[in-house]
Structure formats: structure tokens, C-alpha cells
């Protein structure tokens, strides 16, 4: 048998590597992904351990990396695809990583700085250019003589004093002129106003481009201001007054001529800046080019590299013997694999001597390893959810592979939806290997994609029990014809139309020949469907569908230990546990099921009035009562309930201390000189090839295991009285439990029922082209309800009642569940966020 | 519907076809590492679904009680389904 049924064998094994190939074999080993390794200096504080400079010079190499990379996105840049994976960098590869990743991180970093401060520039100059040409406009316009000046706010109008004026006031005209934020005019009018009035004569015009803010980056429309002033003593406070507004203010020129001076030489220099900037972005677009080719393959090979480190920090250095020795966990299948990568290791670092594993014999646990494909991934890691397998312990995903969607089945029955969930994974799976699909990162959308093996599995066993349920979106179909006949019922009873328009509803009885003509072949018949008592029949049919399924699965449960005790080589746990488990389980449940199948069988409508009871039956057969009223289902009832009964009590003490009696009297036995392997199913410590991290104390306790087992058989003794009371209380708990399938079987159904009768059925009212307008919406309201109730929130209830069933009721039967997985040390594939 | 359904014919071929894929089945698949599991598969499917179909047909071999029809329903289905 393959290994899914039963962890792999795993062994504990040493290697002794040369120091000098140490590197080159441990990414050998990771590539491959075959071992775990295990710490030997767990006492050692991470900065002591012996490559730790060599960690942290990859920690730096990645701090550059994640700057270029932010640069990178900074830009707008995607970086590169990796064609393949790269192994990781010899030592003078890292080098050269290390030295033009850094040359090109500060290029990257200079040419940022020289851009910024060239676009400064440009928007100095910019807004200059504005602020002359803004002001020419004031300062070129005649005025009206005679007219006060005035300052007022937002005007483009506002005339300045003319030099008729200045003359007549003797006093020469300064100007003050700059940009200030928008916000701010106001504020600013108002002080100047009441610090300078009547001085001076300020406008104000809005910019006719926005520009950007340095501070905040966003670009806003500037209002350039133009004041004009006499006095000394003014134009201090004005410029004073702008300082504190955080105006920009620029010089200007006092003749027309100078002016124009001043704008050629500006639209000169704006000119040349602009072809410097040009340029400084095309060498930065070139930096930024070279950096996303590059960077992906630095990134893998630096983790990688890191990852080597530091597992070459946990082997512990042989000093004496100038080698590496390192403690693996190694699948007993991989050792030639391994020796290979070992010697391929020392090929590729040019050392003479070879590298070589020897396997160690050890006490304790190996971890779990159980090889999965894509499709059993799916059904193992459910399992392992609950509790990974312990060592060489019974799997019990195989078998989930197939009874897990079938529980779910039958909590969720209807072709519809089970189409529609069928055909939403089969996409899922056909599309598998689109990279599209594959690199989502909404974790939901994952969490459906990792499992779409499994949905389609639910969804075609879905499909197959609503055929059996015969519901289709809470519709029946009549495949084969029905089994009752309403005509003969009718001829017989003389149903006219007058009587039936009397009486609103009338039964069918079975008993009247013609009216029953056998049972319907395939599933439920579909008269049911429209039957109103048609939930007397499906519950009861329902419920014993139920009991009988658990009681099967858990049967099937207690079974699959017998390939524990069988591998474990406690044979005598097949007589003493196995056997008064299944006889009590048997003889309880097994007879119940037993009676379920006997009424449907001999009990037919003749006897329909006098029909027994199987509950009541059940409930006198462990009280040792009878009841008048019901009678037996067949002669000598009585004795055989009362022989199981007594049997089931019987098994309950070998239960309870057959398994500690045992082990007891083997230890007081006279003991054997040969301890062979049937009390400990693992090997004992012997004293040469003992794990490196075991100290003397844990050998020494090694050889103390019959005396401590003496001393545990207290132990032994309470942990199999709390076996058997689990075992015998679960099993009447647990078969109530699958109940559940009965309850949401019918919680699925009444759902459909209701979202037909009350929104699709309104669609089909008016059957006039009106009506076929009106049945567009009703539908789409059917579709986006049937989605997310019936699919969506009735599906996940089925998923998680189905694995509690799994989890509790089935696994608890045999499963220990106290392992721990195997994680193998191996480059896992880099996902770029 | 006039014809009466028989019950053994039903019996017969289901348990002949699930007998199929559950008993003969196995045998015929090829060797790979996947022989296993694909056999555990069948073996499961085949008794889950034969198990769920026979409870289904035995719950409905011999009825204690018949439908409660409404007399619309009986109106409509005594000339429809005959």
C-alpha cells in the first residue's frame, strides 16, 4: 500500500560535512527538499552562533533590496520576471551582488536627488516667470488721475498710482511682488491693510496654471501679489508681514525695460533647465531599467543564501575534526537521494573528500511524513487540521477522500445546486495551471482554490443524492413514473367532483390494491413532493437513513485500528480492545440496525395499525421491560435482546481492564533475556549511535523502561477506564449525532422549497409578455439568493457539520492524531509581493 | 402510471452495477503509485452509494401510509398521470 494510508518510515541520520564543501551541499539539500534539520545548539543565543556575520551581511544585502524595490514601485515600475529559480551564490558571487547592488542603490539615490532639485529649480523659476508677466499687467496700465488708491481683493483691475501721481507725492515707488497660497489672501490683505493703510496699493491675481506644493505634492492654483509702496519703514514691515505669511517673493524690477530684460533671460534659463531635467529622467529611467532586471534573481539567491546560513548555524562544528556534523530527520526512501546531493555538493565546491550520512539509531518520535499530489493535498491537509497522524499511525484521508463529500452530500442533496457546485470547481480545475487563477491574493478565494478537488468531489456527490432525495431546486422529477396511482384511489373511493370540492385534503391508502404498485426504483417517489404530509414520511425516512449511515461509518471506524494493532504489534489488543468494542458496538447499534431494516422489510400497510415500535422496543430492551401495547417484530424478541444486552455488559469489563491486566501479568512474568520489540514498539538507545543532544542521564533512563512501567500502571489503568467510558458513552452520543445529517438535509430542503414557493413561483403569475418582463428580475432575485443562502452559507454549514463528523464521531474510534509533520528543509518558491 | 414497478429488477441491477465498480473495478486498474488510492476510492464510492440508493428503495417497499394530496393536486394528477 501506497504511503497515504500510513506515514512513511523515518529515520534519525547524521552527516559529516567537510567545511569547505559544507555550503555548497546544504543548497545541494535544499534544493531537493529531503530533510529537516535539527538544531544542536539550541542553547546558543542567535548572535554567538558561528555564521552569524555571514546572516547578517545577507540581512544588509536585502535592507538594499528593499530600497530599490521601493524605488522601484515608487516609479511605477514592475519588476522583471524570473525565468528560473537560481541556486545560491558561492561566496564570490554574493560579493559581487553585494558590491553592484549597493553601487546601484547610490547611483539610484543621487539621481533621485538631483532630479528633485532640478524640478525645484524649474518651479522657481516658473513661477518668476508668472509673476513678472502678472504684474506687467498692473504695472503698464494707465490710470485714472485723480483716483484714490484702494486696495481691494481679487481685483485685476485695480489701478496703480500713475506717475503723475508719484511725482505729485515726491516719494519714489517700490514694489513688492510674489506668490502666496491661496488660503491665506485674505488674512494677508487684511494685516497689511491695518499695518500699512493708505500706503501702499496691493493686488492680487490668481496664477493661470496650478503648480505643485513641495510640501504637500498636491498642485494648487497660487495667487501672485503684487504690492506697491513708498517708504523705507513700509517696505520693511511688508516684507516682514510676507515673511510670516510664507510668501514667495521675488524681486521686481523697477523699469519697463529691465523687465523684459529679465523675462528673456528667465524663458532662457527655463529653457535649459528643462533639457537638463529631460535628460537627468532618462538616465534615471535607465537606472531604474537595469535594477528590475536584476533584482528578482539577488532576492531569490539572497534568501537563499540566508536560509543555508542558517542552517549551517544549527550543525555543531567538530573542531577537532574540522568538519560539520549536522542531525537530520531523513524518509528512509530519500537516503540514496541524499548521499547523491551530498556528493554533488562536494563535486561543485572542488573538495576532494566527500561528504557522507549515516543513519542513527534513536528513541524518540520520528515526525509524520506523508507524501500527497495535488489531488490528495486537499483531503490530507483536512485531516491534519484536526491533528496530524502520529508516526506510522493509520491515515484516515483516504478513505475522508471519498466518505467526507459523501456526508456532505447528503446534508446538501439537490441536482441543482449540486450542479452548479460541480461545475464551478470543474472550471476551477480545468483552469488550474492559469497563472491568473494561481496568483490571487484574496486568502478566500485561495482557501476555495486550494480545496477545488474537494468541491467538485461534493459537488458531484451532491448531484448523485438529490437524485436520490429527487429534488432538483426543491423540484421533483418524475425520471420513472410514479408508484402511486391517484385514479385508483379515486375510482375506488368514488372521489366525484362535488366530493372533492368538499374536502380539501384526502389520503391515499396503500392498502387498497392498485393504489401502491411497488416502490419507486431510483430515490424518492416523486408524489411526495407534492403530498402535504410529505415531511411525516421523509423525517422518519431521514432519521434511520441517518442512524444506519453512522453506525456504519463508526463500525468502519473501530475496524481501521485493527491495522494499528496489527502494526504496532500488540496482537493481544485485538482480543482485548478490538473485539468487546465491536461486540458492544454491534450488539447495541448493529441489532438496532438490524430492526430498521426488518420493519421496512416485513412490515407492510396491512399491518399499518398495529405497526411496533422500534424506539419503544429499543428503550424496553435496556430496561428490561415490555410493553403490552407494542408488539414484537418477530418471535423469541425477547430472549435475543436480552442475550445482546447482557453480551454488550460483558464486554464492558474485558474493555476496562483486559489491556492493564495484560501488561501487568507479562511484567511479572519471569522476563526473557531477549527484550524483543512487542512491548516497546520503538528501539531503545543503544549507547554508540545515540543522537547528539541526548545527555548521559536521558541514556541511562533509557534502560529503566520495565521498572518505570511498574510504577505507570496506575497510569495505564486510568487511561483505559477513560477509553472505555469514552468509547461506550460515545457510541449511543455519537450515533444521536448523526442525526445531523437528517436535520440539515432538512433544513437544505425547506430552504429551496421556500425560496421557490415565495420568489420564483411570483414569476410565472402573469402569463402575458408583461409577465415574461416581470419574470427577469424575480429570477435574478432567485439567482443571487440561491447563490449565497443555498450555496454559499448552506454549503459551508454542510462542510463544517460533515468534518465534526469526521473529526469527532468517525476519528475518535482509532485515531491519536499526536504526531508531529515533517518539515524539510527546501527553497520554498519565491512569491513576489 | 399504469405499469407496476417491480422490486427485484431494480435490486438485481444495482447491486450488479455497484458490484461492478466496487468488486470487479479494482482490478483493473493499472499499476502506478496511485494503485491504491484510486482502489480505495472505488471500493468507498461503491458502498456508499449502493448503501444510501438500497435504504432508499427499502424505505419505500412496503408503506405504512400513503400521501396526503390536496384536491387541486387531485383533480390535476388523477387525468394527468393516467
Redesign the interface.
Known amino acids: ?2 504511503s ?2 500510513r506515514s512513511e518510515e523515518v529515520c534519525l541520520a547524521q552527516l559529516f560535512l567537510q567545511s569547505a564543501s559544507a555550503y555548497s551541499c546544504i543548497s545541494e539539500l535544499g534544493e531537493r527538499g529531503l530533510l529537516e534539520f535539527r538544531d544542536l545548539n539550541p542553547k546558543v543565543s542567535p548572535f554567538q552562533r558561528r555564521f552569524v556575520g555571514e546572516v547578517r551581511r545577507c540581512e544588509e544585502m536585502e535592507k538594499t533590496f528593499t530600497f530599490l524595490q521601493q524605488e522601484l514601485r515608487a516609479a511605477g515600475r514592475v519588476p522583471g520576471p524570473l525565468s528560473e529559480s537560481p541556486r545560491a551564490p558561492a561566496a564570490r558571487e554574493a560579493l559581487r551582488v553585494q558590491e553592484q547592488s549597493e553601487q546601484l542603490a547610490q547611483e539610484l539615490r543621487e539621481v533621485t536627488r538631483n532630479r528633485a532639485s532640478l524640478r525645484d529649480n524649474l518651479r522657481d523659476l516658473r513661477q518668476y516667470l508668472h509673476v513678472l508677466r502678472e504684474g506687467q499687467r498692473f504695472t503698464s496700465l494707465p490710470a485714472p488721475l485723480g483716483s484714490p488708491p484702494r486696495p481691494r481683493a481679487h481685483s485685476d483691475r485695480e489701478p496703480i498710482l500713475d506717475p503723475s501721481l508719484h511725482q505729485h507725492l515726491e516719494r519714489k515707488i517700490n514694489f513688492v511682488s510674489g506668490v502666496i497660497h491661496p488660503w491665506r489672501v485674505t488674512s494677508f490683505e487684511r494685516l497689511l491693510w491695518r499695518a500699512c493703510r493708505g500706503y501702499l496699493v496691493a493686488s492680487f491675481v490668481e496664477m493661470p496654471e496650478p503648480m505643485e506644493d513641495l510640501a504637500t505634492g498636491e498642485n494648487i492654483t497660487w495667487v501672485i501679489f503684487l504690492i506697491s509702496y513708498w517708504g523705507e519703514q513700509i517696505g520693511q514691515k511688508i516684507r516682514k508681514i510676507s515673511d510670516c505669511f510664507h510668501c514667495q517673493v521675488y524681486p521686481y524690477p523697477e523699469s519697463e525695460a529691465s523687465r523684459t530684460d529679465t523675462t528673456t533671460k528667465l524663458h532662457g534659463r527655463i529653457q535649459e533647465l528643462s533639457v537638463t531635467l529631460e535628460e537627468t529622467e532618462k538616465y534615471l529611467a535607465e537606472v531604474l531599467d537595469k535594477v528590475a532586471l536584476a533584482l528578482p534573481t539577488w532576492r531569490v539567491q539572497v534568501q537563499k543564501m540566508k536560509a543555508v546560513y542558517l542552517v549551517l548555524n544549527q550543525c555543531s562544528f567538530d573542531v577537532t575534526k574540522k568538519c560539520l556534523i549536522a542531525e537530520v530527520w531523513c524518509p528512509v526512501q530519500d537516503l540514496t537521494q541524499v548521499q547523491d546531493a551530498l556528493r554533488q555538493g562536494s563535486y561543485q565546491s572542488g573538495s576532494s573528500v566527500e561528504c557522507f550520512v549515516q543513519r542513527v539509531p534513536t528513541s524518540e518520535r520520528p515526525p509524520t511524513l506523508i507524501r500527497t ?1 495535488k489531488f ?1 493535498a486537499g483531503f490530507q491537509s483536512i485531516v491534519d487540521a484536526y491533528g496530524v497522524a502520529s508516526y506510522e499511525e493509520v491515515n484516515p484521508a ?2 475522508a ?3 467526507f463529500p ?1 456526508i456532505f452530500a ?1 446534508m446538501f442533496g439537490d441536482v441543482g445546486h449540486g450542479l452548479l457546485m460541480f461545475l464551478f470547481a470543474l472550471w476551477m480545475v480545468l483552469y488550474e495551471d492559469s497563472p491568473r487563477l494561481r496568483q490571487g491574493t484574496n486568502e478566500i478565494w485561495l482557501m476555495f482554490f486550494e480545496g477545488r478537488y474537494l468541491i467538485l468531489l461534493m459537488g458531484a456527490f451532491s448531484i ?2 438529490g437524485f ?1 432525495y429527487n429534488e432538483c431546486f426543491s423540484k421533483a422529477t418524475t425520471i ?8 385508483t ?2 375510482n375506488h373511493s368514488s ?1 366525484s ?1 362535488a366530493y ?2 368538499t ?8 392498502n387498497i390494491t392498485g ?11 416523486p ?2 413532493s ?5 415531511l ?2 421523509l423525517n ?2 431521514k432519521m ?2 441517518s442512524v ?2 453512522g453506525i ?1 461509518h463508526m463500525g468502519f471506524g473501530v475496524v481501521l485500528g485493527v491495522f494499528n494493532h496489527v502494526h504496532f504489534r500488540q496482537k493481544h489488543r485485538l482480543v482485548l480492545e478490538f473485539l468487546p468494542e465491536m461486540i458492544f458496538l454491534l450488539a447495541l447499534f448493529g441489532y438496532l440496525v438490524f430492526l430498521i ?1 426488518y420493519k ?6 396491512a399491518d ?1 395499525l398495529m ?1 411496533p415500535s422500534i424506539l419503544i422496543h429499543f428503550i424496553d430492551m435496556f430496561l428490561f421491560t415490555s410493553n403490552a401495547e407494542n408488539r414484537p417484530l418477530y418471535p423469541g424478541q425477547v430472549p435475543v435482546q436480552t442475550v445482546l444486552v447482557v453480551l454488550a455488559l460483558a464486554s464492558v469489563p474485558i474493555l476496562l481492564l483486559g489491556t492493564p491486566l495484560y501488561q501487568w501479568c507479562r511484567q511479572h512474568a519471569p522476563r526473557m533475556p531477549l527484550a524483543t520489540g512487542e512491548q516497546e514498539p520503538l528501539l531503545e538507545g543503544q549507547e554508540a549511535g545515540n543522537s547528539v543532544n541526548t545527555t548521559m542521564e536521558d541514556v541511562e533512563s533509557g534502560g529503566h523502561s520495565p521498572d518505570t512501567q511498574h510504577l505507570d500502571f496506575a497510569e495505564v489503568f486510568m487511561h483505559q477506564a477513560i477509553h472505555t467510558i469514552e468509547y461506550c458513552l460515545g457510541c449511543v452520543s455519537n450515533t444521536a449525532s448523526y442525526l445531523r445529517l437528517w436535520a440539515l438535509s432538512l433544513a437544505h430542503a425547506q430552504l429551496s422549497e421556500v425560496l421557490w414557493t415565495m420568489v420564483m413561483r411570483n414569476g410565472f403569475v402573469g402569463l402575458s409578455y408583461v409577465g415574461g418582463v416581470v419574470l427577469v428580475p424575480v429570477f435574478a432575485a432567485f439567482a443571487v439568493l440561491t447563490v449565497a443562502i443555498l450555496l454559499v452559507m448552506e454549503g459551508l454549514s454542510a462542510f463544517l457539520h460533515a468534518l465534526r463528523l469526521h473529526w469527532v464521531e468517525f476519528q475518535n474510534k482509532f485515531y491519536v492524531g499526536a504526531g508531529y509533520k515533517l518539515c524539510p528543509f527546501a527553497f520554498a518558491p519565491d512569491t513576489w509581493e | 402510471a399504469m405499469t407496476a414497478h417491480s422490486f427485484a429488477l431494480p435490486i438485481v441491477l444495482f447491486s450488479a452495477f455497484w458490484g461492478l465498480v466496487g468488486i470487479a473495478a479494482p482490478w483493473f486498474v493499472p499499476k502506478g503509485p496511485n494503485r491504491g488510492v484510486i482502489i480505495t476510492m472505488l471500493v468507498t464510492t461503491a458502498v456508499c452509494c449502493y448503501l444510501f440508493w438500497l435504504i432508499a428503495i427499502l424505505a419505500q417497499a412496503n408503506p405504512l401510509f400513503g400521501p396526503q394530496l390536496k384536491n387541486e393536486t387531485i383533480w390535476y394528477l388523477r387525468f394527468l398521470w393516467e
Open positions: 500500500m501506497g497515504l494510508f499530489n490528495t483516504p478513505y477522500i471519498i466518505t459523501f447528503i448523485y443524492t436520490i420513472f413514473p410514479s408508484a402511486w396511482s391517484v385514479a384511489m379515486a372521489w367532483s372533492l370540492a374536502h380539501q385534503l384526502l389520503t391515499l391508502d396503500p393504489v401502491f404498485r411497488g416502490p419507486y426504483p431510483f430515490g424518492i417517489d408524489i411526495w407534492l403530498a402535504t404530509n410529505h411525516n414520511f422518519s425516512f434511520k437513513m444506519v449511515l456504519v431494516f421496512w422489510i416485513k412490515f407492510s400497510a399499518s405497526a
